[in-house]
């Protein structure tokens, strides 16, 4: 319970931030004292209770759109629903085609060392060079699209959903305030439809995770609570910061994590 509860504040800690919660609850299974996989079926159940803070933080937005969307009323609203869902597509195909490469193969720390340094350097230059142009009333069906393919590199620990989108949305030219805004709605569907398929799945077989059902729930509630007050912070701290600590922390967490593989700290599998 109490390694549940821990993997539950790394979850609310790192799910918003653009430095991988897959990633780092990956890592600190191996400095657990059973030193295991926590497995994605508990990532993507926990990520349940850090979207559940989105649609509370974000409950008077989500309502609007929702409304606009079901009345068809023309509006900035409505369209901005219908991308949500034009965007969430890519990594629903995705994610249910590749599942086996994601409970296995991307579950390597070599892999995640890897991709946490390159994306993190990709996020570094395009929030660099980015124009800083666009709000969300100009994203359009391309730019969607755009966003729903970013948002699918996350099913590789180490990318980061926040840190993909957040980097196109900056190549794209968008603020950014405007692309982290759009990047939690689009996480809504994609992170609700996984996380239930995998509770369904881990009620049903409990060998999908080490962990017990009521040891889920409080790492879900955990990351819930954690996860709130994370976003209230980061949405004040990038109106007048940039991206940049958090690329040197990506950066010197891969190369760490690099060493440790090297060293045979820890074990790759």
Do not use: C
Not at 240 to 262: M, N
């Amino acid at each position: 319970m109490f390694e549940a509860l821990f993997l539950g504040v790394i979850q609310g800690l790192t799910e918003f931030l653009p430095i991988s919660s897959s990633a780092h609850i990956r890592i600190a299974g191996e400095f657990l004292p059973n030193a295991s996989d926590p497995g994605a079926a508990f990532t993507a159940i926990t990520q349940i209770g850090t979207e559940l803070a989105v649609l509370l933080y974000f409950r008077r937005d989500i309502a609007a759109i929702l409304k606009a969307w079901f009345t068809r009323d023309g509006s900035a609203e409505a369209k901005l629903g219908t991308l949500i869902i034009i965007g969430s597509l890519p990594i629903v195909a995705l994610g249910y085609l590749g599942q086996d490469y994601i409970r296995d193969t991307f579950r390597s720390l070599w892999l995640v060392a890897i991709m946490l340094i390159v994306f993190g350097l990709i996020l570094g230059i395009a929030d660099r060079f980015g124009r800083s142009q666009k709000v969300l009333t100009n994203l359009n069906a391309r730019d969607g699209i755009a966003y729903g393919l970013a948002q699918s590199l996350a099913l590789i620990p180490g990318v980061s959903r926040s840190g993909a989108t957040i980097a196109l949305g900056r190549v794209l030219g968008y603020q950014r305030e405007a692309a982290l805004r759009y990047s939690f709605l689009l996480a809504l569907p994609a992170v609700f439809g996984s996380g239930l398929y995998e509770l369904k799945s881990a009620i049903g077989d409990s060998s999908v995770s080490p962990f017990s059902m009521p040891e889920i729930f409080v790492a879900t509630l955990t990351a819930f609570l954690v996860g709130y007050a994370v976003i209230a912070w980061l949405m004040k701290f990038i109106t007048t910061k940039s991206f940049t600590p958090f690329v040197i922390y990506r950066v010197a967490l891969g190369s760490a994590l690099l060493v440790a593989l090297a060293t045979g700290l820890i074990s790759a599998q």
